[in-house]
């Protein structure tokens, strides 16, 4: 087991977003997250990536807790959030090249190629403000094969994309997946991917504040 | 330490390419100092007794206005959480944020000061303690002002707070740096409030970063 959620609670104003939750990710499994807006698909992630600390319940990563083994955690999980974390003024490349340094890898020559695997050939050194928001999706996208991670968590990836954009996602989150990899999810987006799909609904879990 | 030459590149990069956040500050302190011989009339006595204050107590307040473009844009994008997320060590990538930031808004007050210290007619013996007083000083204010930052970078409209939550923090800098140049106009020794100013600056550079990185964590969640 990579990842293991046990009896995790969590609450926000007066409302519970979630209790007892209880899941196990392992190698090779894709793991969507459902829910209706609001009903803290976001802060689930937030949570396993341990941006959000406002919970009660236990995280284990490869069978230590999740808190003590922060840096290994770091290492081999790949956060994308709602926000692309790219600085418009700087090229895709140099955000990339700094994103590559903040995990501690030298690839700088996969770049380029990474950068071309998503249709950005010839923009590698544009300001990322010159961009659409769906090539800045894709900018951000890119981190996730640089990043060597074995766990991607990621939150709506499909905002913005062309149709185009979102086959080649499916067809990269399917091959991480039958290489070892694990990903865990949220989207409105119905997938289209030939690989078994395990589904966490929080519309299930929500209730209010016991007074 | 790739990660802390990424950093430096990376920031001083974005500071170039929007050079609007120097240059706002900067000229703050240029208008500011200039205006005061116009304010209080040219009498070359009454200036030389203020002048250092007057220095100090603006460069402080262009420090502080500078503060506000170190971790805005990163909050914004979400660069932040990608950075509190990194696995390398983040005591680091921190401490090459701040001094990047200080390099640009930083340095130029320091280069500055001469030529306005003899324009408000600071004798020229006071005029290496004040660059030095300076140069140690201005560091410990970006470092201080980061921790404040880092606490109201979630807000939308946090300027008065962090005036409110530093300010306390810069007095005894004040006091000290203003303090230096004092001494050596009253030809007395600088050495030591430069080396207590000296200590404080360690004592910034070892804790402050640890304070932000605690900060930016209440900040993200």
Known sequence: MMLTVKNLYCERDERVLFQNLDFSVAEGEVWQIQGSNGSGKTTLLRILCGLNDEFTGEIYWQGKEQSKTRQEFNHEVFYLGHAPAINKTLSPKENLSWFCASRGLRNNDQI???????????????????????????????????????????????????????????????????????????????LQMDYSIRVVDLDAMAGLVAA | MNIVKATLRRELLIAFRSPGDIINPLMFFVIAV????????????????????????????????????????????????????????????ILAKVCSHWLVSGLPLVILAPVFASMLALPEQGLFPLVASLLIGTPILTLLGAVGMALTVGLSRSGLLLAVLILPLYVPVLVFGTGVVDSALNSLGTAGLLALLGAMLILAISLAPLAIIAALRISVS
């Open chain 2, 34 to 93: 200039s205006l005061f011989p116009l304010g209080v009339g040219a009498d070359q006595e009454f200036l030389r007794e203020i002048a250092a204050g007057v220095i100090w107590v603006t460069a402080l307040l262009a420090v502080m206005l500078s503060m506000d473009s170190l971790f805005r844009s990163d909050y914004e994008d979400g660069s932040l959480e990608q950075l509190l997320l990194s696995p390398q060590p983040l005591y680091f990538i």
């Open chain 1, 112 to 190: 380029k190629k990474v950068l071309n695997s998503f249709n950005l050939y010839g923009y590698e050194d544009l300001p990322c403000y010159l961009m659409s928001a769906g090539q800045q999706r894709r900018v951000s996208l890119a981190r996730m094969l640089l990043s060597q991670a074995k766990l991607w968590i990621i939150d709506e990836p499909f905002t913005a994309l062309d149709k185009q954009g979102v086959q080649e996602l499916e067809a990269l989150l399917s091959a991480h997946a039958l290489a070892g990899g694990s990903i865990i999810l949220t989207t409105h987006h119905s």
